[in-house]
């Protein structure tokens, strides 16, 4: 049996604060090539996770701790929906189908999830990257961030 403690949520979120992603993970599964991967997750608030989407692969999230926002884009980078999951909101957890385009943006620093995906994980096609929102580590993020965690749905990404 593997326990998943609240100490480990306090080791990734200081994981995180080191990270240049502002964010940590932790794996449950024990290969990339198992047929089911399962992992947790720890940002803080200024963690850039860039639109993507997965063609080959349904996402189920848990939010364990603290919130988040769920962002939906169109191809064209237009907001489609917007939802907050997490304390305090309605909402605890969220099915993606595949070939959803997504953010999450953490609301809170040391927010976690515990995300269950399909297997094996292959680099190579594990998400498609969304060409009109900045690539992580480039300039714009910011601006981008910023734009997101405020933009109505209908919006369109800048740029």
């Known amino acids: 049996m593997k326990l998943i403690a609240t100490t480990l949520l306090d080791e990734l979120a200081v994981k995180a604060a080191q990270s ?92 976690a999830f515990l995300e269950v995906k399909e297997g094996p994980y292959d680099p190579a096609t594990a998400a498609e990257f969304a060409e009109w929102a900045p690539a992580e580590g480039s300039a714009g993020i910011a601006q981008f961030q910023k734009w997101v965690g405020k933009a109505p749905v209908g919006s369109r990404a800048p740029g």
């Open 20 to 111: 240049p992603r502002r964010r940590a993970h932790h794996n449950l599964h024990e290969s990339p090539t198992d047929a089911l991967q399962r992992f947790i997750v720890v940002a803080l608030r200024d963690s850039y996770v860039r639109p993507h989407r997965h063609w080959t692969k349904s996402e189920l999230v848990t939010v364990i701790r603290g919130r988040f926002e769920m962002v939906i884009f169109d191809d064209a980078g237009n907001i489609t929906e917007r939802c907050f999951l997490g304390e305090g909101t309605a909402n605890m957890a969220y099915e993606l189908p595949r070939g959803t385009m997504h953010t999450l943006l953490p609301l809170t620093d040391g927010a």
